[in-house]
């Protein structure tokens, strides 16, 4: 009896005494539990009762008895001290016949029925205990008495905590897994109501070929990349067949590779395989003929190469294109060609199979713990520096190297350049000091991972200012080993093919210069479902950071200005811009909306006088 009616017990929780506990509680967890049932009530009435009779009314010996039990085990239910006197007389019974030395065996069983009954009631000491320090894991008060769980309610909670601490092969807690809402800043644009069409009409190919097109693709990647769709393209309009095309080996880069080095060549044909025919060479009766060699007019419309093309094409029954960038009209084309160009941009220009597994990975490296990352197109490279005629935080001697490969470059045509006007006009890929602070303003911490798509960045000190805001910076020459990039290493093209993917897989893809890789990887996020791409307004941009760095303007004012300008540039779906000439107007391939993307509420969308379609 001392143990359960001991300090423990009436100081604590209404129980028996029972074990240690390894929960902490709070004095608010006591105090929610220490009234039981009512006794304090009965306490008050009988303290008036006893004080209006001076102290000297007299009750039965059961009722005294009743009320002395009340008074020493005030903490404990009605129905736990008639237990504990049931077990007081079954005691006090049992010695009492052993001692009498009747009935032995009867004796015997009593005892052991006594110790069974001991038990159960420790048991259901322990519990209590347990569950009333667990208290806010479930246990109800009802009508001022503590109600257990049930055995269903116990196991619930003892799978949940199973659950909880079941591990994955990182020993990692699934409760760490759980989804989280994702910050605004990843957020991609909603574009529900928007959906890709690019499926082949019902009139296919043309049962004899006019004649063989060879292609000689020239530029960078991107450049040759979208100029092969427009040759497709074309091969339809002129029911030709296409030759396998050859790559440029003599751009800035002097990449060797050719076209099956860096695509799956047989799915390009077997993609297409409705649509045109395509050869991996010229007929052995026309292998040595001499082609008749023609640069295509840029910005052409279909009629062109329907008439003068065509008629070409007829009597020489060979082609040579020297040029494919830029051959074809973004706009006033028949939806059938639209959609084509798509098909094979999108699906048919797959990269090699070893280009893309090592493209996965690297995607798969920078979502470590499934953490987010931008890329980068920080076009602050040598040639497109040397190009444009921009110097903006270069050393004088940079900037000289630059005039110097600006004027050695025959087809550049712009030599005399001013670079302070030509950034003010938004003519320059941003500084990575810029590029540091426009995703600063825009609100990425400088935790985010982030993957740099470009080659070498120019100027010997120019990426310390962005690595001092953003450490966690990659490239594909940093998460490849030696071992990986060996097959790639001397091959510029592939290299960039590898930074296609990585870009277009990308949380955020951010561009500093209207590439064509930019325009490239932007074209194809849209089609995929509208990923989020950033275009920073350069020209307002320059303004707000050259105020920024006069003092005129505080680094709260420039966040605010800069969110708030772009807050319609983050590749949200809009109808393609056309504009005064086809030279000035927006890229087909950088947004393929309308001609390969539809919208769901508006299956109907009227082109405008500048949209119309050539017939």
């Known amino acids: 009896m001392s143990a359960a009616a001991g300090p423990n017990s009436c100081n604590g929780s209404p129980r028996l005494a ?32 006893d004080n209006g009779n001076n102290g000297h009314h007299h009750h039965h010996p059961f009722i005294r008895y009743l009320l002395l039990r009340r008074k020493l085990f005030f903490c404990l239910p009605d129905t736990w001290l008639f237990g504990i006197q049931d077990v007081a007389l079954s005691t006090v019974s049992i010695l009492q016949s052993l001692r009498s030395g009747r009935h032995m065996g009867r004796r015997i069983f009593g005892f052991l029925l006594l110790m069974a009954v001991f038990s159960v009631f420790l048991k259901l000491s322990f519990l209590s205990s347990h569950h009333v320090n667990g208290n806010a894991n479930g246990n109800r008060r009802e009508n001022g008495f503590l109600r257990l769980q049930t055995f269903k309610d116990d196991w619930s909670i003892a799978q949940k905590v199973v659950n909880e601490r079941e591990v994955t092969g990182d020993v990692m807690p699934k409760r760490v897994l759980e989804k989280f809402p994702t910050p605004e800043i990843w957020m991609k644009p909603n574009s529900d109501n928007y959906y890709q069409c690019i499926a082949r009409p019902r009139n296919r190919m043309g049962s004899k070929t ?31 067949t296409l030759v396998l095309p050859s790559l440029d080996h ?36 026309y292998a040595t003929a001499k082609p008749h060699f023609k640069p295509p007019v ?52 797959r990269y090699t199979n070893e280009i893309e597994e090592l493209g996965k990975k690297l995607v798969d490296r920078l979502r470590n713990n499934s953490e987010p990352y931008i890329a980068l197109h920080l076009r602050y490279e040598k040639d497109m520096l040397a190009f444009t ?4 935080n270069l050393t004088a001697q940079e900037a000289k190297q630059l005039s110097v490969m600006r004027y050695s470059v025959k087809h550049w045509k712009e030599k005399e350049i001013n670079s302070k006007e030509r950034r003010l006009e938004g003519g320059c890929p941003m500084t990575p000091r810029e590029a540091a602070l426009f995703l600063k303003a825009m609100g990425y911490p400088s935790s985010t991972t982030i993957y740099i798509v470009a080659g070498e960045i120019y100027g010997s000190d120019s990426m310390a200012a962005f690595l001092s805001d953003y450490p966690n910076v990659f490239s594909h020459a940093t998460l490849a080993t030696e071992d990986e990039l060996a097959p790639f290493k001397l091959y510029q093209n592939r290299l960039a093919a590898l930074d ?23 074209g194809h996020r849209r089609f995929e479902g509208f990923r989020k791409t950033i275009n920073p307004d350069r020209q307002n941009f320059v303004r707000l950071i050259d105020q920024l760095d006069g003092g005129s303007l505080s680094w709260s004012d420039f966040s605010s200005e800069v969110k708030k300008l772009h807050a319609n540039r ?43 379609v050539e017939r």
């Open 18 to 49: 029972a074990g240690p506990t390894t929960t902490r509680r709070r004095v608010t967890d006591f105090m929610d539990v220490e009234k039981p049932s009512n006794f304090s009530d009965f306490a008050d009435e009988e303290d008036e009762n």
């Open 210 to 240: 006019n004649g063989y097109i060879l292609i000689h693709a020239n530029g960078g990647l991107n450049q040759m990349r979208t100029g092969i769709c427009d040759m497709v393209a074309i091969a339809k309009i002129m029911n030709a």
């Open 250 to 285: 003599e751009s800035f880069w002097t990449d060797p590779s050719d076209f099956k080095d860096i695509f799956d060549w047989k799915h390009f044909i077997k993609v297409l395989n409705d649509d045109i025919e395509i050869v991996e060479n010229l007929p052995l009766r």
């Open 298 to 349: 840029s910005w052409s419309k279909a009629s062109y190469y329907r008439g003068e093309m065509l008629t070409l094409l007829k009597h020489h029954k060979v082609i040579r294109f020297t040029h494919t960038d830029s051959r074809l009209a973004n706009n006033g084309l028949a939806s059938s060609i639209q959609r084509l160009r798509c098909r094979a941009n999108y699906e048919a220009l």
């Open 389 to 392: 005629g921009c110097n903006h």
């Open 500 to 522: 296609y993917i990585v870009a277009l897989e990308s949380d955020v893809f951010v561009y500093s210069y209207d590439g064509n890789m930019a325009k490239a990887v932007q």
């Open 570 to 612: 983050l590749g949200a779906p809009y109808l393609r811009q056309p504009g005064e000439s086809p030279r000035y107007e927006e890229n087909f391939y950088a947004n393929p909306f309308p001609g390969c993307i539809c919208n769901k509420s508006k299956e109907l969308i009227k082109p405008s006088r500048n949209f119309g």
